[in-house]
Each structure stands twice: as structure tokens, then as C-alpha cells.
């Protein structure tokens, strides 16, 4: 075991989703705890992927990513956001969002910045501030809603304040920005000018009941002070293949470049052939995504009706939270414990997504499953 005095993250165990996902594994539950679907990928995907690899495509990518995969980037970003991105300066194709992520604070955190997150945050935003010598400050989404207190916001930013980290639709909470966040964000950004944003936007395809999704790339000039983030993983089932992509403006985007490069150099070749002509091919996938998790939802939700759990249903992501306190007064990291080894589903706790404890007992379950998988799962919470 390595001393606490050589780790550069003192305090931090493993992550929530490998924990859970292990103890799911090691008592036989229903694993509806780490966000991955039990489904695979288009058939025609996989396939494209063996086809590159016999065309010979697997040598190093370039740096910035395959072309044919920045250029379908670019047309799907023109398409639904209206920005125009030129593949060549502003899109880099990355091994998963979560190394985009890591590289845009890298790219733009010196040591001693500020980093405003919002809490409940996803796992690996304060990880990666203090790894990159930045200072993380926590505010509280709104606790009725989770949607975000401008106000709070604002009075966490000071001139040392360098990033805004941002996440819509949100993981966990599900929740998702109106055309006022927009609004109240451009606001914040001419008042604040040394301010930059990264928006984590993985959920990007799945936001339901016919609302939009409110991507910064959609607003000219909050789209010129921001990293933009997204996962081909989320979007086509794959989230073990470690693909994604970031866009931003120019100059930002040759920071980012400058970090990737010696993180991970360029991503892996033959799937981004694939993704790529799999994107050019059926442009519409994306486009069907969000009626295809809303039924999931759906169904998850009516099954969850039958049970003790409380909830409304979530606006966006493919994660349901459920209010537990009429089962038990566990803290919701003990309740998942025994949610997982004594009535066979593992779920995740939203605690550990903040600084400040958490009150609610509240968890957070992935519907991204074979029905047959949310009816057996369901089946085992109505007994509870
Ligand atoms: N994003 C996924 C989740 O929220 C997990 C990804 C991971 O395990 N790092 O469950």
C-alpha cells in the first residue's frame, strides 16, 4: 500500500462506481449503481470497428483526432446547437469524457485558482482541480430541484476565480438548464472576464418531455469563453470504449491540445473510423436517444410506483434518484451497502457527490437496462 504522505489525493478512496460495482459483482445484485446500459451497441457499429481494423487503420490517430470523426462533430454541432466548430481548431476527439475533462482543467488551472463546481458534482471534477494546483469551491445546487442558485454562484466567483464547471443534464440529480441558466450565465461571464467555463454535456442526447437541451455551444458568447464536453460512449452504448470529444474556440482549443498531446497523445484509431461513418450513415441515432431513455424512464418509474421509494421522475440522464426515508434512517451510503448484499440491487449514493453532509436519503439508480432487467430489479425493491 502507498503512504498517505506520497498520495497527491489524501482523503480520496477508490470511486463510488467501482465500490459499488464490485460489491454488486460480489453479491450476485441486480447492478443498477455505475452508469453503463446492460445493451450493447448498433450491430452496424461493432462491425464498422473490425472493418477498420482489417483496412489497416491502426496506427497512431493524429493528435487532434481522426478527421472524418471531427468533420461529423462539427455537422452534428452546426445541426443542433447552430455553432459553427472548425474541426481543425476548435474539436479535439478524446479517450472518454473524462479525460477531456481533466485536460481542460489543465489546459487553463495554475496553481492557486479558483474552480467553482456545484454540488452534487461528479466524482472526478475536485480530483482533477487539485491535481492541477486549483483551489475547488463548492456551492450547493438548489436543494428542492437541483437546479443551479445563480446567486451562489456569483458570490463564490472572485477575480480569483478562473472556471466555472458546469454539468447539463446533471449527474446525478438529472436535472437540466433553461434558457434562463443560459441567460444567467452569459451575465455572470461579462462580469467576471478572466472566467471560463467547462460544460460537462455527456447527457447531451437525453433529455425528455420535448424540452430541449440548452448546450453552451448554443450561445454565441458563452460558447467563446467555454470547453464544451460530450461522450460517444453515453450516446451509442459504449462506454467501454473511452471516446469522446471537447470543443472550444481556438485559443482554448490549443491549450487543451498542448495537455492532451502528452496525456494520452491522440485517441484510439479504428473506432473513431467507425464512430465515424456510423455517424455520417445515421445521423438520426442521436436524434432518437432521448424517446428511447424517456421510455425507459417510463417504465422504470411506473414499475417504482409499487414501491416504498419516493421520486419524480428525472428530467434528463439516464439515473432516477429515489427518496428512501420511508424504508429505513440509514445513511444512504450504509442503505446501498444493504440494498446490495441483502436485497440483490446495488445502487448509488448521492452523498458522496457533496462537501457539505446530506441530510435526504436519497439514491440514485441507472435505468439504462433491458426491461426485463428494471422489472427483476423493481421486483426486489417493492418487497422492501
Ligand atoms: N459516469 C458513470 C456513472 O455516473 C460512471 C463512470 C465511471 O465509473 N467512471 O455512474
Not at 450547493?140 to 437546479?147: C, G, T
Amino acid at each position: 500500500m502507498q503512504q498517505a504522505a506520497d498520495q497527491k489525493l489524501p482523503g480520496f478512496g477508490t470511486n463510488i462506481f467501482t465500490v459499488m460495482s464490485q460489491l454488486s459483482a460480489d453479491h450476485g445484485a441486480i447492478n443498477l449503481a455505475q452508469g453503463f446500459p446492460d445493451y450493447d451497441g448498433p450491430q452496424a457499429l461493432r462491425d464498422l470497428v473490425s472493418e477498420h481494423m482489417q483496412r489497416g487503420h491502426n496506427q497512431y490517430a493524429p493528435l487532434a483526432g481522426v478527421p472524418a470523426l471531427r468533420e461529423q462533430v462539427a455537422q452534428k454541432v452546426k445541426r443542433l446547437y447552430g455553432r459553427a466548430a472548425n474541426p481543425d481548431t476548435e474539436i479535439t476527439i478524446t479517450p472518454g469524457a473524462t479525460e477531456a475533462l481533466f485536460c481542460a482543467l489543465s489546459a487553463v488551472v495554475h496553481r492557486g485558482d479558483e474552480v467553482v463546481v456545484l454540488d452534487p458534482s461528479y466524482d472526478c471534477y475536485v480530483p482533477g482541480i487539485l491535481l492541477n494546483g486549483g483551489i475547488p469551491r463548492r456551492v450547493p445546487l438548489n436543494h428542492s430541484d437541483f437546479s443551479v442558485d445563480w446567486q451562489r454562484v456569483e458570490d463564490a466567483l472572485s477575480p480569483r476565480s478562473r472556471v466555472l464547471m458546469l454539468n447539463t443534464p446533471h449527474n446525478p440529480a438529472g436535472s437540466c438548464f433553461s434558457a434562463a441558466d443560459v441567460d444567467a450565465l452569459r451575465a455572470i461571464l461579462e462580469r467576471f472576464p478572466r472566467l471560463l467555463v467547462i460544460s460537462d454535456e455527456v447527457y447531451e442526447h437525453m433529455v425528455f418531455d420535448g424540452q430541449p437541451h440548452r448546450s453552451l455551444l448554443g450561445d454565441p458568447l458563452v460558447a467563446e469563453r467555454s470547453f464544451v464536453i460530450s461522450s460517444f460512449g453515453k450516446t451509442y452504448h459504449i462506454t467501454g470504449w473511452r471516446i469522446g470529444y471537447c470543443v472550444a474556440p481556438p485559443s482554448l482549443m490549443a491549450a487543451f491540445r498542448q495537455v492532451h498531446q502528452f496525456i494520452n497523445f491522440s485517441t484510439n484509431a479504428p473506432l473513431s473510423y467507425a464512430i465515424a461513418d456510423y455517424m455520417a450513415a445515421h445521423p438520426e441515432f442521436a436524434d432518437q436517444l432521448g424517446l428511447f431513455y424517456q421510455r425507459k424512464r417510463d417504465l422504470f418509474c411506473s414499475l417504482l410506483e409499487d414501491s416504498k421509494f419516493r421520486f419524480t421522475p428525472t428530467a434528463g440522464t439516464y439515473f432516477q434518484l429515489a427518496d428512501y426515508s420511508e424504508l429505513s434512517d440509514l445513511p444512504d451510503t450504509e442503505f446501498c451497502r444493504q440494498l446490495t448484499m441483502d436485497h440483490g440491487v446495488a445502487a448509488i449514493p448521492v452523498s458522496v457527490f457533496s462537501e457539505a453532509p446530506i441530510d435526504a436519503r436519497v439514491v440514485r439508480f441507472c435505468f439504462a437496462k433491458e426491461d426485463q432487467t428494471l422489472r427483476e430489479a423493481v421486483s426486489l425493491l417493492a418487497r422492501l
